[in-house]
């Protein structure tokens, strides 16, 4: 880790009161008494070798040759399966302690009274974590060549079974360089071989059948048998079936790719193979192979450094809270002591910080991590560490599935170029990439930066269901729906825990559900319906098909407020139609549009308005047929559209444009009757001034009893009455 001096001020702060920051930080601690802490006499060393961090108290010589016996390991390993991927995606720390006085307070328990393992190997998220107990100095080699051998299947393979990774351990656990620097691969497992001799094989059925929750796997007393089982067979496949040395990684990728071990052997049968493996074991004659490293042997010089105290109780500190083993507490005093003796050790900041989001305190965690990028802003595994942390704030669990936002949260955001900037510092790191993936799936944006990470950090760390588990929420969002379901029904499905598999299983129906909305979207309304009931049958919890309920129950209303919506502008538009055709005096057209319109629309306000509408156009063409001349036939139009309304309201409107119509016809037939006895009138006169008197008294006889007009019926009974006189016949006093 690099350092910077911190400035002081002259009560002992820091400027810009970072120092401050840091006696408020440490003022959290607990007041109970330290833990035991390294002696500061002890004289610690770091090594680097080209694949291995060591930090060591024992000689150099004997630090270099711990070096020397895992470089040589790893390269005959990757010697002998060439085609493989040997490289660790993580970094690598080895703690060599030189004695098990030294090692005590950093070892691994398993259940009371347990006194630990001489060595074990650990694998974290973002490092892999060797701690061995040097003397003697052959005892530590089994449990680290056996874990490296798990690591190393986990990074090449997805899927190998249980027996095949378990068995393949234990071949390679007892490696070792004999007196003339050659390697030596397959040498008995004493304890197995011993087993063995007393108990015999198990059916390859039984062994086969056991998994990771077995009782025969778990429990203490039956865990030997188990192993000694998986260790027997792989040495009979090594040793008893031609082409499994030579051809080992073609193997396994078969078992990995779901093969039967009968179909990779091959034999005819699982009887044939138990009896051919149950003859192998009671010979009990189990041969090794020598390797001439050669070249391989000859590694480069490990390169020695000091390291400082406060470096020194960090990096313990960092491996006893990566052990899970209850000694949080433990690896909090080394922390703090590390920043008493150097205020400015970022690390020690992001390991206070790395202590509370494990134990779920997250909020205490942040400004641990804000102090410690504050100190060392270009340190990859702070960087990571509070990337992770902001992760982790924003989604929870590895594990999480949300509703997709419009926009992801800001811490999110900024863990995600955080987890960027991890992987300037250190390219290849794989969490960084798993990280950087898993920023993707909460919100509606491009997510194609996301899966690219994953699809690398998948290739990194392939046994990762995690990793898989986030491919499958992103792969439906840019049409690969089909990769998603081969995930889940392979690997995911063989390897995640019954809650974990429902969990993708609801999330890969989240994902249809959105691609329903959209086939909805695209007027795909019967394909998106159906799709919908499907996933309601494949619904594997009750929450998921209250869901799927309520998403068909709202389709349904959508789908019925859309037709609604549609029949309502279809009748609009025939409104609006009866409107143009009655402007072009297509009163008929538009009278029957309307009535079909009023029949049918169900909106109470177009209906009214329908009603309306039809009224105004019937008079209309009832005013046309006046204008016509037509008038009786007009009367009798609006007497029958009165006799054939319901609507009181429409009657009346009907009933008063009669009672004006038939107004109108009265004072045509009184004007017309008028001009007609004007003119006999006016013939009258004529005869008269003809000398036809007589004729003029018929006409005048007959106008004067009949008009209306009292001005007309004086002025005609004056002229009678003179004409009579002239005539000689009496004149009427009527």
Known sequence: MSKQAPGLCGNGCRRNSAACVAVALL???????????????????????????????????????????????????????????????????????????????????????????????QADRDANYIA???????????????????????????????????GLAEYYSTFRLNTEGKAEIGLPVKSAAAWLRGHGVMPLSRLFAITVQSPDYNEEDRQGGYYSQCWALVHYLLWGKPGWRTDLSFRVA?????????????????????????????????????????????????????????????????LLARIDSGKEKEAEAHFREAIRID??????????????????????????????????????????LYATHLRRIALGGDYATFPILDEPPADLLRARELFRRSLELRPGLAEAYAGLGSTYFVAAEDPQEGIDALETARRLLPSRMEIVFHLMQLYPRVGRRDEAQRLMDGVFT?????????????????????????????????????????????????????????????????????????????????????????????FERAAALLETLAAEVKDDDLRRQARETLLQVNLMQAGRMMEEGRYEEGVA???????????????????????????????????????????LYNQAVRRANGGDLRGAIAILE?????????????????????????????????
């Open 343 to 384: 205020p400015s050790h970022a690390a020690s900041y992001a390991g206070l910080g790395l202590l509370r989001d494990d134990d779920g305190r997250h909020q205490e965690a942040t400004p641990y991590y804000e102090k410690a990028l504050a100190l060392d802003p270009n340190d990859y595994m702070t960087v990571f």
């Open 494 to 586: 063989r390897h995640a825990t019954v809650e974990q598999i429902t969990m993708a299983r609801d999330m890969l129906i989240q994902a249809d559900m959105m691609r329903a909305g959209r086939m909805m979207e695209a007027e795909k309304y019967d394909e998106a319906m159906a799709l919908l009931d499907i996933l309601r049958e494949a619904a594997a919890t009750p929450e998921m098909r209250a869901a799927l309920d309520a998403a068909i129950a709202k389709k349904q209303t959508w789908l019925q407020q859309r037709d609604e919506t549609d029949t309502l502008n279809r009748h609009i538009a025939q409104h609006n139609e009866a409107v143009k055709l009655a402007s072009e005096q297509k």
């Open 637 to 679: 139009f609006l007497d029958a559209l009165r006799k054939a309304s319901a609507d009181p309201k429409l009657r009346a409107a009907i009933e008063a444009r009669i009672e004006q119509t038939q107004a109108l016809l009265k004072q045509r037939d009184e004007a017309e009757t008028h001009h007609r006895q004007v003119d």
């Open 254 to 318: 078969r078992l990995d790719a779901g093969e039967t071990l009968i179909s990779v052997v091959p034999t005819r049968n699982y009887g044939d193979l138990e009896n051919d493996f149950a003859r192998y074991v009671e010979q009990a004659r189990y041969r090794s192979t020598l390797v001439d490293p050669g070249d391989a042997g000859v590694a480069p010089a490990a390169r020695i450094t000091p390291i400082d105290r406060a470096e020194l109780l960090y990096r313990l500190g960092d």
């Open 27 to 121: 003022a959290m601690a607990s007041s109970s008494p330290l833990p035991a802490l390294p002696h500061e006499s002890e004289i610690w060393i770091r090594a680097d070798t080209a694949h291995f961090t060591l930090f060591s108290n024992v000689s150099r010589t004997h630090t270099e040759a711990i070096g020397h016996q895992l470089e040589l390991f790893r390269r005959v390993l990757a010697g002998l399966n060439p085609d493989l991927e040997i490289n660790s995606p993580l970094p690598a720390y080895v703690f060599v302690f030189r004695n098990a006085q030294s090692f005590e307070p950093y070892k691994v328990r398993f259940g009371a009274g347990s006194t630990g393992l001489d060595a074990y190997f």
């Open 132 to 166: 061995l107990n040097a003397t003697p100095e052959d005892d530590w080699y089994a449990p680290v060549y056996h874990e490296f051998v798990h690591y190393f299947l986990n990074n090449n393979f997805t899927d190998v079974p249980l027996w095949f990774n378990e």
């Open 702 to 734: 007959t106008l004067v009893p009949e008009a209306k007009d009292a001005g007309l019926r004086k002025q005609a009974g004056d002229l009678l009455g003179r004409l009579r006189e002239a005539s000689g016949k009496p004149v009427s006093r009527d």
